[in-house]
């Protein structure tokens, strides 16, 4: 009965910052926490996701923006994002991915606008 909340989306101005948080309910070892996002009329694609040993990879458009950062003993990843574009405006969705067995985990998605 996994289950992953999200919160943190909402509005900010250009050169803001907002940080979305996301958590998974149950154990989930050996997993990879990340980050999608879907803009209208775009593909959705991965922002950024980190594997429980710490080592993380970034979309380019958000590198040296963002930052992903996960705590396992609360089975939570964060996403800190600043200087925010328009373009970042998109609804963002956890994702939470492991092996043996494999399962795959989505969260509801929250929207993240960018405007001024």
């Known amino acids: 009965q996994v289950q992953v909340v999200e919160s943190g989306g909402g509005l900010a101005q250009p050169g803001g910052s907002l940080r979305l948080s996301c958590a998974a309910s149950?154990?989930?070892?050996?997993?990879?926490m990340g980050w999608y996002r879907q803009a209208p009329g775009k593909q959705r694609e991965l922002v950024a996701r980190i594997i429980t040993g710490g080592s993380t990879n970034y979309a380019e458009s958000v590198k040296g923006r963002f930052t992903i950062s996960r705590d396992n003993a609360k089975n939570t990843v964060y996403l800190q994002m600043n200087s925010l574009k328009p373009e970042d405006t998109a609804v963002y969705y956890c994702n939470v991915v492991q092996w043996s067995p494999w399962a795959q985990y989505w969260g509801q998605g929250t929207q993240v606008t960018v405007s001024s």
């Open positions: 149950g154990t989930i070892f050996g997993n990879a």
